[in-house]
Nanobody, 123 residues
Framework: QVTLVESGGGLAQAGESLNLSCEAS????????MGWYRQVPGKQRELVGSETVTHIAYVADSVKGRFTVSMDKAKKSVYLQMNDLKSEDTGMYFCNADVLAEYGGKVKQEEHWGQGTQVTVSS
């Protein structure tokens, strides 16, 4: 079984910074990509940023220049450095991982989600 655990959310003032961390554990054979999504009530979950195992990174236009996503494959972790936070960055942030997991000798490609960490930015 694969588990993702996020940390680092909380309350920040506009203009401040926060850093989110996510660590994967379990019977992971390989990680293809990890990333971060955010969701606000009444809206769909949106991709904030991601990085593949080949270091191809994506960052949404709404956070480009302010947020940086980085993956450490050896630590099975992904980070989201959020600078110059704005009130519209408020939301629940979810870690996502595309992995190859092993179950009883069989390897499966799976997508997993963390439980989410709340980020609240006050203006």
């Amino acid at each position: 079984q694969v588990t993702l655990v996020e940390s680092g959310g909380g309350l920040a003032q506009a203009g401040e910074s926060l850093n989110l961390s996510c660590e994967a554990s379990g019977t992971i054979v390989n990680i293809n990509a990890m990333g971060w999504y955010r969701q606000v009530p009444g809206k769909q979950r949106e991709l904030v940023g991601s990085e593949t195992v080949t270091h191809i990174a994506y960052v949404a236009d709404s956070v480009k220049g302010r947020f940086t996503v980085s993956m450490d494959k050896a630590k099975k972790s992904v980070y989201l450095q959020m600078n110059d936070l704005k009130s519209e960055d408020t939301g629940m942030y979810f870690c996502n991982a595309d992995v190859l997991a092993e179950y009883g000798g069989k390897v499966k490609q799976e997508e997993h989600w963390g439980q989410g960490t709340q980020v609240t930015v006050s203006s």
